[in-house]
């Protein structure tokens, strides 16, 4: 596709319930990343994809979340037991990694998830 | 840790007016910094990116500068208009197999 693609863009989910976030990068990009940002705050990392592999998840908050990537392409981040203060927007970025440089990080529009 | 800031916080200035937004990282052996704007309620769109063998990067009215011994970038907008109200982020990557490490952003505000 042209850019990258977040889905849903929405969603409403009940405390304790699983939500699957889906990324789909730029075609070809090698390398994929999660952010969260809160309602006011910065971006805060999550987990960063090289090919299918996850050479830093560093960012992931707890064992609830869990993120993979398949085909070297479309991503999926899962947050199971959902609590109020996973209430964010969520959003994904590609980049290709040219040989010696590093190439810009292109991001989708983000998916705003509500736990009520 | 790399950490980094941008100060300040919110920035309010009239339409036509020159300005500068500085970004400062604690640490100096990047990979590249790449400049972002966000509108509110919606995701970053890439502005400039520089490598770290790179000075300097121009595109229209926009121009970032980085000094990777003195760990700062700056983004410079000449002749402001209203549409440049948003939110600018600058981010470094530390490797080239590493995250994009974010500032908090400087809020634009344009006045016409």
């Known amino acids: 596709g042209a850019g990258v693609s977040q889905s849903p863009s929405n969603k409403v989910t009940e405390k304790g319930k699983d939500v699957e976030l889906r990324c789909d990068p730029i075609s070809g990009h090698t390398a994929l990343y999660w952010y969260r940002q809160r309602l006011g705050q910065g971006l805060e990392f999550l987990i960063y994809f090289q090919g299918n592999s996850a050479p830093d998840k560093s960012g992931l908050p707890s064992d609830r979340f869990s993120a993979e990537r398949t085909g070297e392409s479309v991503s999926t981040l899962t947050i199971q037991r959902t609590q109020q203060e996973d209430s964010a927007v969520y959003l994904c970025a590609s980049s290709l990694r040219l040989r010696g440089v590093g190439s810009e990080a292109f991001f989708g529009q983000g998916t705003r998830l509500t736990v009520v | 840790k790399q950490e980094v800031t941008q100060i300040p916080a919110a920035l309010s200035v009239p339409e036509g007016e020159n300005l500068v937004l500085n970004c400062s990282f604690t640490?100096?052996?990047?990979?590249?910094l790449q400049w972002f704007r966000q509108d509110p309620g919606k995701g970053l769109t890439s502005l400039l990116l520089i490598q770290s063998s790179q000075r300097e990067q121009t595109s229209g009215r926009l121009n970032a500068s980085l000094d990777k011994s003195s760990g700062r970038s700056t983004l410079y907008i000449a002749a402001s208009q209203p549409g440049d109200s948003a939110t600018y982020l600058c981010?470094?990557?530390?490797?080239?197999?590493?995250?994009?490490?974010f500032g908090k952003g400087i809020t634009l505000s344009v006045r016409p």
């Open positions: 981010a470094v990557r530390g490797g080239a197999n590493s995250k994009l490490t």
């Open positions: 640490d100096s052996a990047i990979y590249n």
